[in-house]
């Protein structure tokens, strides 16, 4: 092996991080993350058929005899690309063919543990940042034993062999050997102690645009996602759920419902009560039947209103934790030659998959089975251990494609409804949420209130910088905090860490809890703070002054990747460029998820206050690009999300529940409202940030600002509409 050099990392693996299964299971070779066997990882996930189906795919790597080579993919895709990306990194270290790549997804397995997360989860833009390494590490490892078995039945050495494309060869004899004619023979090899890992120069997959693995498949429809599964004898529940947040059901008849024909059953389980029929219609006509009386509880009287009011009040008198302070900002602005202050306002928000939430589960012969479209392999497998009663071990998740995850698949409330149904009904239920269930029954980002003051000097510098944020955290509601902890960090991340240097600033927060149920939302607190932070420095620059591009540049050190990012959007917007009448561009940068996103929306404002994004130029630094194709559409559909929000959505309560119900009342962007994005990656050598989620914290800013550009209102809450602006 050659020697390590600063662009070769080599990194040591323990023997035990790496499983071989053995040439006389088929004459294949299994590489990847240790895996006790086991009879749950002995199941064969579902994947591409195999001529060694004895072998569980419980690794990274799978090559079989007739030249197959599969890679396990352990995060969920739910069309951010992952099923490509991944095996891109593993392929590009093994030398893989590309064209000949299958991909499968990984059972639920602790050995999969996301390390930036704690579990098998996908979420906070992690899947290539935390396999930038170990996939490559395996599929070096496994390119190494090829090649040492090449040259064992050779007898050559090692060093004077090389692969590609698949095939080791010798170029001194002329000798070939594919992958899989290799296979048994490199499952004897010894793992390798250390590997050698490309240096990026030398990549020939990574860094490139290449077509998704999973289009085919979603093209011709052979993509299973939730709602396709089928099995033998599977029946079809949905639940009904108390209308008011918090309650629970007091008493039901369902005579009415067990006459409707194909109605099984009728059961009551945690989330309300179930009706469990031969399809997904008698399953409908049942519920309608239900005679249920309801426990509103002490949630009845809930208003949006009312819930403004605490927040407001909260932010105002309730007992603030300090989240950041440097210098002394509230002295500064008792000196400042001019103060501006604001307050900002954000609503509930709904993920609105477009797939509804839906599960499927089986308990059979002590074992139970769970297909989902879930984010969280291993909170699907634990919760289904509660519910089942059976051991951990006796659970097997089986991730389907997602039809949009956005945070809220992460949460099983949907995998305990199908479990707790299939055990009461002993045979496989799949269990159906209505789009109205998804949207009543979301876990939805938190609404809050902000103050902000700002001091600036009679010269235009900005001098101190202060913001107050009240609203209910994630963390807590759902045990996540300490007793102790003051501070949810979701709630402040983009306030709590300014890109600007400035010599005074003070960022605090207080928790206002409130019953509406929370869970993570695409770029959780940045899309909240990136918005408010982002909109009030126009404010400052406005008071200062200045242009608000040129204020945040000066504000920004030289050199710094936010600037880089701001000065690229800047300059391929044209920032500073004459517009027709009625039209202004705006600018915002956020850093998230380990990248740094700045983004200029040029944006029209009709005389009845209707509003128009034209064009939104994208600049992103994410450290290494795995697949250039994939980031630029990440960039896209972030902006999308995130413009969709800022134009129409909120979830909004009155007694008790909330009012929307489908994408009439909750107002998504529609095809004709989308601009034109420009996508401009940023070179770096730094390794990968996230892509996922960090186009959408600046969308709303940018649209604010240009907003407060034509029309000279600062846009204080969102969506727009409660601004008194409208969608064109």
């Not at 099995?231 to 008011?244: E, F, K, N, S, Y």
């Not at 202004?584 to 996103?597: K, L, M, Q, W």
């Not at 989308?674 to 401009?680: G, L, N």
Request: net charge negative; with cysteine.
């Amino acid at each position: 092996m050659a020697a390590p050099t600063p662009d070769h990392p080599t990194t040591r693996i323990s023997r035990r991080s790496f499983l071989k299964a053995s040439a006389l299971a088929g004459g294949g070779l299994l590489l990847g993350l240790y895996l006790p066997v086991s009879g749950r990882q002995a199941q064969a996930a579902e994947g591409p058929a195999s001529s060694e189906a004895a072998f569980a795919p419980n690794a990274w790597l799978r090559i079989t005899s007739d030249d197959a080579v599969t890679v396990l993919v352990d995060r969920s895709e739910m069309g951010q690309g992952v099923m490509t990306a991944l095996p891109m990194l593993l392929a590009e270290e093994l030398e893989a063919d590309w064209g000949r790549i299958q991909t499968a997804f990984a059972p639920a397995d602790d050995a999969y543990t996301n390390s930036l997360l704690g579990s098998q989860l996908t979420g906070g833009s992690t899947a290539v940042r935390n396999a930038w390494r170990p996939l490559r590490e395996a599929g070096a490892a496994g390119r190494e034993m090829l090649v040492a078995a090449a040259a064992a039945r050779w007898g050559v050495d090692p060093d004077a062999c090389e692969a590609a494309e698949q095939v080791v060869r010798h170029p001194g004899s002329g000798r070939s050997a594919t992958f899989g004619a290799l296979a048994a023979e490199a499952a004897e090899m010894p793992v390798p102690e250390a590997v050698l890992l490309k240096a990026p120069q030398d990549f020939r997959l990574v860094g490139t645009a290449r077509d998704r693995l999973d289009a085919p498949a979603k093209v011709d429809g052979s993509a299973r996602f939730g709602l396709d599964v089928q099995l033998d004898g599977l029946l079809t529940a949905q639940v009904a759920r108390c209308p008011v947040i918090g309650g629970t059901v007091r008493t039901y008849d369902a005579s009415e419902a067990e006459r409707i024909p194909g109605v099984r059953q009728v059961v009551e389980i945690d989330a309300g009560v179930a009706v469990i029929a031969d399809g997904f219609w008698p399953a409908q006509k049942g519920r309608e039947a239900l005679s249920i009386e309801w426990d509103y509880g002490e949630h009845a009287g809930l208003s949006s209103a009312g819930i403004e009011r605490q927040l407001r009040e909260a932010a105002d008198t309730g007992a603030a934790a300090t989240a950041h302070s440097e210098g002394g900002a509230d002295g500064a602005l008792a000196q400042a030659a001019t103060t501006v202050e604001a307050a900002y306002e954000v609503p509930f928000l709904a993920h609105a998959c477009m797939e509804p939430m839906n599960a499927t589960a089986r308990i059979a012969d002590g074992v139970c089975e769970v297909w989902a479209p879930t984010q969280d392999q291993t909170a699907t497998q634990q919760v289904a251990a509660e519910i089942s009663g059976l051991p951990q071990e006796q659970v097997h998740v089986h991730t389907t494609y997602l039809g949009g995850g956005f945070g809220r698949r992460s949460h099983t409330d949907f995998v305990a409804d199908a479990v707790a149904c299939a055990k009461a009904a002993g045979a496989p239920v799949k269990v159906v949420w209505t789009r109205a269930d998804t949207t009543r029954h979301d876990r939805y980002r938190p609404a809050t209130f902000n103050r902000l003051r700002a001091a600036v000097a009679s010269d235009g510098a900005v001098r101190a910088w202060r913001h107050r944020i009240a609203g209910p955290s994630i963390m807590a509601q759902n045990g996540m905090l300490g007793p102790d902890q003051q501070i949810d960090p979701t709630s402040v991340e983009a306030a709590d860490a300014l890109p600007y240097s400035l010599p005074h600033i003070h960022v605090d927060y207080v928790m206002a809890s409130t019953p509406v149920p929370l869970w993570w939302w695409r770029s959780v607190g940045h899309s909240q703070n990136g918005f408010i932070r982002e909109a009030f420095l126009d404010e400052v620059a406005a008071a200062a002054g200045a242009d608000p591009y040129e204020l945040r540049r000066r504000l920004i050190p030289a050199g710094d990747r936010h600037r880089t990012v701001l000065e690229r959007a800047a300059e391929e917007a044209g920032w500073g460029s004459p517009l027709p009448e009625g039209r202004a561009r705006g600018i915002a940068v956020v850093y998230s998820f380990g990248s740094y996103c700045a983004e200029v929306a040029e944006v029209s404002v009709s005389g009845d206050r209707e509003v128009r994004v034209h064009r939104v130029d994208v600049a992103i630094d994410c450290g290494a690009v795995v697949n250039l194709e994939i980031v630029a559409e990440q960039m896209e559909s972030g902006v999308v999300y995130g413009l969709s929000a800022a134009m129409g959505e909120a979830v909004t309560v009155s007694r008790g529940q909330v009012e929307q119900a489908n994408f009439d009342d909750y107002a998504v962007l529609t095809i004709d409202q989308m601009p034109e994005v420009r996508v401009h990656i940023v070179a770096s050598d730094a390794d990968p940030g996230g892509v996922g989620e960090p186009a959408t914290p600046p969308i709303a800013p940018a649209v604010a600002n240009a907003v407060r550009a034509v029309t000279g209102e600062p846009v204080r809450r969102l969506p727009l509409a409660r601004a008194g602006f409208r969608a064109a």
